[in-house]
């Protein structure tokens, strides 16, 4: 081991490199950390010398991480969340908190979630920020890398969406499938067969990091694929779309008895196997070294489980 080096680097640059993986900008760094700008160009550049990586690219006012700084980043990440657990020692008390705890979604799944964020938008006191991001903008490698804390995702259980020894996945909300149709649909008045389902024309999802549904794999398998005419950005969009088109929408029934935009929309159950999906949480194991993450963990696993019992009464 180079102790020689290793005295060079303290928990300060790490925490600067952290913060710009995280902002992309030496200003919105320097604000998070409440120091000047030309403190966190500093530690930059005394980073760059100890680590032999340009680190960052300027692109405008946009700083573009380097290969290797996106591939140093999770570990980073594990770093200071080992070294803020020696600090906290396991304590933590939300009304003292002033930090920012952040979480990544579809913007579908909020509609199910919004009465445990905003429960703990309260607990977390005044002085404390909750941020919730689309899962475009956040998803696992943010995850992996410490950019965001946790990810709550619906997809199918047969499948692991992702194999990473540092993610761990936590089934919070066990769901089914349906169909949804518009009022107008002429399959409103027909029972929904096999057949029925592939001649008519579907709606999709976009999603770049989950695999195909294994719905879709096995329905392709003993039948034949979907006809699908439109992909959409997410579960909202589709049902707007499903009231305006004789498109079939199929998704999930703990959503479709929630959302507002599926209000109106006929219900099916649909006429094949199709697996099991569930909501899950998803989080950074290196995270749970930070008391505040951990708690945050707690309340969140204990209130989808009020949540389940709730919808499944």
Not at 66 to 83: M, R
Not at 110 to 120: D, H
Not at 225 to 243: I, Q, T, Y
Request: include cysteine.
């Amino acid at each position: 081991m180079d102790y020689i080096t290793l005295s060079r680097i303290s928990v300060k640059h790490l925490t600067v490199l952290h913060m710009l993986l995280t902002t992309h900008s030496v200003t919105q760094a320097a604000e998070k950390l409440c120091v000047t700008p030309s403190s966190v160009s500093k530690t930059l550049s005394q980073l760059r010398n100890l680590l032999k990586d340009e680190l960052f690219y300027r692109d405008g006012t946009h700083l573009v991480p380097t290969p290797f700084a996106l591939n140093i980043g999770p570990a980073v990440h594990g770093i200071l969340s080992s070294v803020n657990g020696l600090l906290y020692q396991g304590s933590f008390n939300p009304a003292y908190f002033h930090g920012n705890f952040s979480l990544a979604m579809r913007e579908s799944t909020f509609e199910i979630f919004a009465p445990v964020l905003q429960k703990l938008s309260v607990q977390i006191g005044n002085q404390a920020q909750l941020n919730v991001f689309a899962k475009e903008q956040m998803s696992f490698d943010a995850l992996i890398r410490g950019q965001v804390d946790f990810l709550l995702l619906p997809h199918d259980i047969s499948q692991p969406p992702v194999q990473n020894k540092d993610l761990v996945w936590q089934t919070i909300l066990k769901d089914e499938m349906v169909c949804l149709m518009s009022s107008a649909n002429s399959l409103v008045n027909e029972t929904l067969s096999v057949e029925r389902y592939l001649c008519a024309r579907h709606l999709g999802i976009h999603d770049k990091d989950l695999s195909e549904p294994y719905f879709e794999q096995n329905l392709t398998q003993r039948y034949t694929k979907r006809n699908v005419a439109m992909l959409v950005a997410d579960f909202g969009s589709a049902a707007v779309m499903c009231h305006h088109s004789d498109y079939l929408f199929t998704c999930s029934k703990l959503w479709a008895r929630i959302a507002l935009q599926a209000k109106g929309l006929v219900e099916r159950p649909l006429p094949f196997e199709y697996g099991q999906v569930a909501y899950s949480l998803v989080w950074n194991k290196a995270s749970l070294n930070d008391p505040a993450l951990k708690w945050l963990q707690q309340q969140l696993l204990n209130a989808c489980k009020t949540i389940g019992e709730c919808l499944n009464e």
